[in-house]
């Protein structure tokens, strides 16, 4: 089987095998959402308000997936560092898959069901509603083969195999996009389809990469059938869930934090709330680095800790947040210098640009310290202290950024909006190295210089 062993050699250099080829499949991922916008909104304001209802309930659906492959990677990484036999892991491996499987099947039958009720609730109706009808039953029907690809995937970088984990959601996020056109408009036999077009669009690009991150898995040993394939299944399950149900609840939290802020946004008006949205979006791009570097970040830690070397783990922590730092005030320097042009390049009107502005110019600061939280949150899931990592963004969302930012604009307005941003940003920073030193991730003496340097 396989794999890459990062409990030797400079930290920084495991980091980076890991991080930077993380960097473009993220980008590719977050892509997705930006074409399905763009091609939809060429046919009206129903289909793109059909994407602003669905995109928070998807996003928060897709939080299973991103918490069951953050526990595989912690479970898988911490058995290959312990150097547990090859068998032992394989079944692991194929215990998180059955169980992703399964779970996937489940939420995506109970969300096609339910679809009508949830966004009736949220104020969905007439044709907007249609639109939405269009694209849940394909997109419920890829959802299962969107967690086998990330459940996939996260065993690639448990082994330290980042390329091939990039490569499979850039080829998903590749087919997605191409299709994208010829589905929702329609081109020679080909009908057009509208809204239910794009959900057929992601429904290729996730086989797609599902089945040929499964035909990888199997090929380089990381999925192999093994004697006695039911042994040791419930502490599999454990391990897996124990760090996946709390991380796939720190997933939801950040959308669901997200949607009572923007309603915060939303009592200055339209325009602020096309400035804010627009604003966050370059967010997500400016900060790809850093959510690939928490990424990276969960294997090294995993493997070292399995493998007894806490210090290793430790020197990993502490250089992935000095790389947060220096890169956040970079990007920071950046988005203050050139927040005007962008938001004149990629907002409606001129009071939405400069809504846009002022967000990049203030809180582009303070985004080292999300920054530091993500790959925070990544080591403790690794570390398999993922109610600590559930905790602190828990923290973040709830006891500052959501109230602040009420108090915010009833008090200041919009900037009482990004106080709170950057309130919430600086505070994650403390939040994270209590939490660190309390699971052991952060070094208990104050010669740090000495782990950057590891």
Known sequence: MARSDLTEGPVWRALARVSA???????????????????????????????????????????????????????????????????????????????????????????????????????????????????????????????LMMLVNAL????????????????????NIALNPLFIFGWGPVPAMETGGAALATLAGRLAAAAGAIAFAVHAGYLRLCGRIWRDLWRSLREITQVGAPAAFSNAINPAGMALVTAAVATLGDAAVAGFGAATRVQSLAIVVLL????????????????????????????????????????????????????????????????????????????????????????????????????????????????LAWLGVWTFGYGGILAAAVAANLGAVAGAVWAARRTGLWPQDTRITRHIAA
């Open 292 to 403: 690939a570097l928490s990424a990276g970040i969960g294997p090294v830690v995993g493997q070292n800790w399995g493998a007894g070397k806490e210090t290793r783990a430790q020197s990993a922590v502490v250089q992935a947040w000095a790389f947060c730092l220096v890169y956040g005030l970079a990007l920071g320097a950046v988005l203050s210098l050139g927040g005007g042009w962008i938001a004149s390049a990629i907002a409606e009107d001129a009071e939405a640009a400069d809504y846009t502005r002022r967000y990049l110019q203030i809180v582009g600061w303070s985004l080292f310290g999300y920054g530091i939280l993500v790959t925070a949150n990544a080591a403790m899931n690794a570390r398999s202290k993922a109610l600590h990592s559930m905790g602190l963004s828990l923290g973040r969302i709830t006891l500052v950024y959501v109230p």
């Open 21 to 147: 080829p993380m960097s473009l499949g993220i980008l590719a991922v977050l892509s997705i959402g930006l074409a399905d916008a763009y091609f939809l909104g060429q046919l009206g304001g129903a289909p793109l308000a059909a994407v602003g209802f669905i995109y928070p309930v998807t996003t928060a659906l897709a939080s299973l997936a991103i918490g069951l492959s953050a526990g595989a990677n912690a479970a898988v990484s911490q058995a290959l560092g312990r150097e547990d036999e090859d068998s032992a892991v394989a079944r692991m491996s194929l215990h998180a898959a059955g169980l992703g499987l399964l779970l996937s099947v489940l939420v995506a039958l109970a969300f096609f069901a339910l679809h009508g009720q949830i966004f009736g609730l949220m104020g969905a109706r007439g044709e907007v509603m249609a639109e939405i009808s269009a694209y849940v039953p394909l997109w419920a029907l890829s959802f299962p083969f969107l967690v």
């Open 156 to 175: 690639f970088r448990a082994h330290g195999n980042a390329v091939h984990a990039s490569l499979f959601m850039i080829l998903a996020a590749a087919v």
